[in-house]
């Protein structure tokens, strides 16, 4: 059974940390993906994914949203990305040249096979296998090599990936997300979070999900996207189903509904799973 949590990344930043992080392993710890995509969530939920976020990254235009976003230079200096890193055919001169002033590394990758998102998605690989923080900060006080080496050994949770804005604009690149998500999925968690539905994809097997009714639903859906039919069976839904088929052309589960904060669903193909974040 595969347990997921798919809108844990929007708690409150110190009930995220108790209940999910673990500096042991990197367990909970995760890199937090800006697309090029309006950011309209709510502004809380912004502030808890981003202060949740172990790295910040911008893919492109993705600096335009969050330098738009935030009103004054004051604000912007407190939400500074790790990396900004695309083709940069979309990040505005201006918004360059802030961030640069701010000593964020600004690079660009002429790699026309690539999207901005999987450039950053890079970046998350490469971070993988860093020093943590707190492993770093033992270094610095002398920490011996052999203790060093142990605790790097320890960490072995890939960094989660939690892309922001990734549906909602072109749908071309609506689906190259949910794509992305496919191909992340299969070396690491990874979510994508628009602003009205929190995004994951389900491999074949048996799933429980969490889900927070405090931030999203009771609209869901379930739906067979690069399958050429799903077998389903849920539990936790207004509408639950029993051995079901579901592909295009026939029948999918979507304006579904939770009927509480446990869901399971067991599938013999891959689905995408999505709720949506509440309005207010």
Same mark, same amino acid.
């Given at each position: ?47 808890? &994914? ?58 660009? &990758? ?90 994951? &994809? ?60 446990? &869901? ?17």
């Amino acid at each position: 059974m595969h347990s997921w949590q798919p809108s844990k990344y929007l708690q409150d930043p110190q009930e995220y940390r108790q209940k999910h992080v673990s500096e042991t392993t990197g367990q909970g710890k995760f890199a937090l993906i800006v697309l090029n995509q309006p950011i309209l969530i709510q502004r809380h939920l912004f502030e808890n &994914v981003w202060n949740n976020a172990t790295y910040k990254f911008c893919a492109d235009g993705g600096a335009n949203r969050l330098y738009d976003l935030l009103g004054t230079d004051d604000e912007r200096a407190k939400y500074l990305p790790d990396y900004i890193r695309g083709d940069l055919d979309s990040l505005r001169d201006s918004v360059k040249e802030y961030y640069v002033s701010k000593n964020v590394p600004v690079e660009r &990758v002429d790699d026309v096979v690539t999207t901005d998102f999987m450039k950053c998605v890079e970046l998350v690989r490469v971070r993988d296998q860093q020093l943590d923080p707190a492993i770093s900060s033992t270094i610095s006080t002398g920490s011996p090599k052999q203790l060093i080496q142990e605790q790097q050994e320890r960490l072995t949770t890939p960094l989660g990936i939690v892309a922001l804005g990734g549906t909602g604009g072109r749908f071309d690149q609506s689906m190259s997300s949910i794509h992305y998500l496919y191909i992340l999925n299969q070396e690491r968690q990874a979510t994508l979070i628009s602003d009205e539905s929190v995004i994951i &994809v389900l491999e074949t097997g048996k799933h429980e999900i969490t889900c927070n009714l405090d931030i999203e639903g009771p609209t869901c859906g379930i739906i067979p996207v690069g399958s050429s039919e799903a077998m389903l069976t849920t539990t936790g839904l207004k509408w639950d189903v029993e051995n079901w088929k579901s592909s295009f052309g026939t029948q999918i589960s979507t304006s579904n509904a939770l009927t509480g904060s446990r &869901v399971t669903i067991e599938t013999n193909a891959p689905v995408v799973w999505t709720t949506e974040l509440k309005s207010g």
